[in-house]
């Protein structure tokens, strides 16, 4: 992967932020290194359905709101769609689609037999009560029910959207079709058919991408220095991970701003914080100004675990990690993305190494339509199988065609989507 030859993804002349330009122009570069014709590449280009929604819900007050969403379904040559819904006041169109053509990308990049889903609704969640997202959650789902179904569309959690928002939504599925369907969603509770592991499986897969990567640079993880940038359920429990792998948690960010201590963050007090008041409000810790900062510290691992577009062409440069691991969906311009490779900085490309949550959802809904449940131990360990298993896949054919992980990680993405679709006789 030395930066000798460069075939990352080029940049755009004019840096676009707008994601779903963002993975066209990801998937035409791929595609074309990997030998797949532009009539094909053109089929992947564009997502196979894209609902609208809007729904009314009544507030506590006993107003009436109308919410809107969407659920984009990329490819299902592979197996029905899957992905997250976000709950996000910036959630448009263009972002849910890029964010269906991800996970199709993801999935066939750690071989589940699945397509690229994702769905999205335009709100805080912080700015309603318990109550009120629940009837949200209830209304979405009720909008998306004729396109979804365990053998069609299946969602899971993704920003500001928890295990408890599966639950209703299982529920209100369920209720529609007169069934108990726990597949239909997976991040479930676990007493309604979530899977063991499943909290934890975006952060601890990502942290198996980052052991690999640390033994490839010939790295130990104990004493590595990590910068995080948000601190939900991927970014935060990252952080408990990396630090019993040993590593030191010097920053972490969240919506609010970040904190940074040289010397490594008491974790146990920042997340009481969390919980209980801010981040901000650790006395042990510096509050940084601009809290964007905390992407150009000087650490040996940086992890965006937050949202899109956070490198980019204008701060790329002032990357100082050795890696950077993207529990995100889409951190990284392609821009960025071919300045981090020049500066010889390893990229986890979010394709691979956040795929952890859509491997344990899989075993999830596995165990949903077996109606049999496997233990913790059973669940980590076949992550692990398969993120070491994929991470080694993608670091071969970036050797092979001396390139960067992402673009390797979409060639055999890719290659694979199109024999599917192939041998379905769609071309
Ligand atoms: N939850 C999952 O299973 C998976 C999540 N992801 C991706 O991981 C990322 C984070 O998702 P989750 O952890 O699930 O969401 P979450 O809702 O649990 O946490 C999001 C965190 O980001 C913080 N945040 C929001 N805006 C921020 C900003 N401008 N700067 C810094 N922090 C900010 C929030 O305060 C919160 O701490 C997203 O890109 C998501 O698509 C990827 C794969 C699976
Ligand atoms: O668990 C899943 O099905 C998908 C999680 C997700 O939205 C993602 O990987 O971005």
Redesign the pocket.
Known sequence: MSSSTVTSVPSMEKESLNPYEIVQTQIDHAGKLAGVSKDVLDILKKPKRVLYVSFPVKMDDGSIRVFEGYRAQHNDAMGPT???IRFHPDVNMDEVKA?AM??SF?CSVVNLPYGGG?GGVVCDPHDFSKAEVQRISRGFMEAIADIVGPEKD?????VYTNAQVMGWMMDTFSRMKGHFSPGVI??KPLILGGSKGRNEA?ARGCVFTIEEAMKTLKKPMKGATVAIQGFGNAGRIMADLLAAEGCKIVAVSDSKGAIYQPEGLNLQQVEHLKDTASILEDPDSQVLDHPEDLLSLEVDILVPAALENVITRKNANDIKAKIVAEAA?GPTTPAADNILFKKDILVLPDILA??G??IV?YFEWVQNLMNYYWSEEEVNGKLKDMMVHSYQEVHTMAEEHKTDLRTAAYMISIKRITAAMEARGWF
């Open positions: 899957k992905g997250g964010l991800w996970m993801k994702k299946i969602p899971a959690p993704d997976t991040g975006t969906n956040n795929a949550g859509v959802s």
